[in-house]
């Protein structure tokens, strides 16, 4: 006897089944959670280290090439994409769906005791990726024609109200162009002065400097000191005294163009 003929000789017995399996089925919908951001543990770890002062391509010779030579020979691996800017690598690992990233966190410790970094690289750094970093929300602003201008109203004004926001975790701001100081040096004035560039290089940063300077006893009270050196102004940069000729104070602004400009990105991938 199929479905069809109990159906047709038993057609209360059926019903009845028929409503117990939507009963059923009701009964499972209520209690199936639902999630409209699932927490999904993704295969994917990030390797970052840390090179001062190098350029893109110095930071990537020295210190991405070798972190992909060494971590080549992981197993389960999808793929591997490496990222290089002034400064700092990264270099982003995809595993195959179903690997214990917690024993892939482990063997890609272990390949990086083996990596043949520069001494100058302080840091080497292990994430473990996961959805929750992914944002929920973006707010596009438009209608501001100075890039540097919605840039810094973005970051000043807008970051900072949704900010206040309860449940708020964290905010990026990305695109348009970051304001930083450039200095541009005349390089007659250079050689007419007899000034070095990477001493005005070197002089500029010991002037814009914060550092701590130890603590001050008073009684059963003890006060930290700091030496505030931050330099906060086209004006403050101008002023910084780069050398002496004939008793004369140098300043930077005798030797070079300090003006407002756009951040400038060196990325390699």
């Given at each position: 006897m199929n479905i069809i003929d109990f159906s047709v000789k038993r057609p209360v017995a059926g019903s009845m089944i028929m409503l117990v399996l939507l009963f059923l089925g009701v009964a499972?919908?209520?209690m199936l959670p639902v999630d409209?951001?699932?927490?999904?543990?993704?295969?994917?770890?990030?390797?970052?280290?840390?090179?001062?002062?190098?350029?893109?391509?110095?930071?990537?010779?020295g210190v991405t090439r070798p972190l992909e030579a060494a971590l080549s020979g992981l197993e389960d691996v999808d793929e591997i994409h490496?990222?290089?800017?002034?400064?700092?690598?990264?270099?982003?690992?995809?595993y195959d769906w179903g690997v214990d990233i917690n024993k892939a966190i482990f063997d890609v410790r272990e390949k990086l005791n083996y990596a043949e970094l520069p001494d100058a690289v302080n840091s080497v750094r292990i994430f473990k990726y996961s959805n929750d970093d992914d944002p929920v929300l973006g707010v596009m602003i438009a209608g501001i024609h100075d890039h540097a201008?919605?840039?810094?109203?973005?970051?000043?004004?807008?970051k900072r109200d949704l900010e206040s926001i309860p449940g708020v975790g964290d905010i990026s701001v990305s695109g348009g162009k970051q304001?930083?100081?450039?200095?541009?040096?005349?390089?007659?004035?250079?050689?007419?002065?007899?000034?070095?560039?990477?001493?005005?290089?070197?002089?500029?940063?010991?002037?814009?400097?914060?550092?701590?300077?130890g603590y001050i006893q008073h009684g059963a009270y003890r006060f930290g000191v700091r030496t505030d050196g931050q330099l906060?102004?086209?004006?403050?940069f101008r002023n910084i005294v780069v050398a002496f000729r004939?008793?004369?104070?140098?300043?930077?602004?005798?030797?070079a163009d300090v003006y407002y400009g756009a951040f400038m990105f060196t990325d390699v991938f």
């Open positions: 499972a919908s209520w409209s951001m699932p927490k999904i543990d993704n295969p994917v770890l990030r390797v970052s280290a840390s090179y001062p002062g190098a350029g893109p391509a110095q930071v990537e010779s490496s990222y290089s800017r002034e400064g700092s690598a990264t270099v982003t690992i995809r201008t919605a840039y810094d109203f973005a970051d000043y004004i807008v304001t930083e100081i450039h200095i541009q040096l005349y390089k007659n004035r250079l050689s007419a002065y007899n000034i070095n560039a990477d001493d005005v290089a070197s002089l500029v940063r010991q002037n814009n400097v914060t550092a701590s300077g906060a102004s086209l004006r403050d004939n008793n004369t104070p140098i300043f930077l602004q005798d030797i």
